[in-house]
T-cell receptor
């Protein structure tokens, strides 16, 4: 079975530009999560989709971040306009409904804002 | 609060045992997890424990949970150089699907 796929693996942009990160979860996984790790700190929750609906977006830092999950399949996370403090690694994870919520993570998208 | 705390760094010699510690704050945690991140890779689930268990063993890995002290540990027996990575503990709280992670412990295994 294919794992969680994230694209791009690394993006370097200038402050004020826009970046869109994409996540393809494991097929059949209703739950999709976005997390972020800023340099050396803990991995912080951003939001949780169940199918196409946002179940919990309490971790989204501000309105410069927009996450979508069209048709309950892949998800995108757009940052517009990007700021320096947005730099970090953005992880996507997915899980099946009803289990001990074992999350399978992607390799992450590293974002560097200059 | 949200804090899940881990020591930042651990160095051991190949063949020794490693013990990575984690403290969490929420007594309502239902599941606790250990994830491993190797350089350039995503987070790989190593093991998890349900909160009504005290211990779980899986080959070289032993997880101990002290609910009273809100303390979780991961013991790796016969540590190998391939075990060098960052280890994250995480908790899942009652009523929530999201996981709350610690800062990660970087394990360095020297030959």
């Amino acid at each position: 079975e294919a794992g969680v796929t994230q694209f791009p693996s690394h993006s370097v942009i200038e402050k004020g530009q826009t970046v869109t990160l994409r996540c393809d979860p494991i097929s059949g996984h209703d739950n999709l999560y976005w997390y972020r790790r800023v340099m050396g700190k803990e991995i912080k929750f951003l939001l949780h989709f169940v199918k196409e609906s946002k179940q919990d977006e309490s971790g989204m830092p501000n309105n410069r971040f927009l996450a979508e999950r069209t048709g309950g399949t892949y998800s995108t996370l757009k940052v517009q306009p990007a700021e320096l403090e947005d730099s970090g690694v953005y992880f996507c994870a997915s899980s099946q409904a009803g289990l001990a919520n074992v999350l399978t993570f992607g390799a992450g998208s590293r974002l560097t804002v200059l | 609060g949200e804090d899940v705390e881990q020591s930042l760094f651990l160095s051991v010699r190949e063949g020794d045992s490693s013990v990575i510690n984690c403290t969490y704050t929420d007594s309502s945690s239902t599941y606790l997890y250990w994830y491993k991140q190797e350089p350039g890779a995503g987070l790989q689930l190593l093991t998890y424990i349900f909160s009504n268990m005290d211990m779980k063993q899986d080959q070289r890995l032993t997880v101990l949970l002290n609910k009273k002290d809100k303390h979780l540990s991961l013991r790796i027996a016969d540590t190998q150089t391939g075990d060098s990575a960052i280890y994250f503990c995480a908790e899942r709280r009652t009523g929530f699907q999201k996981l709350v992670f610690g800062t990660g412990t970087r394990l360095l295994v020297s030959p």
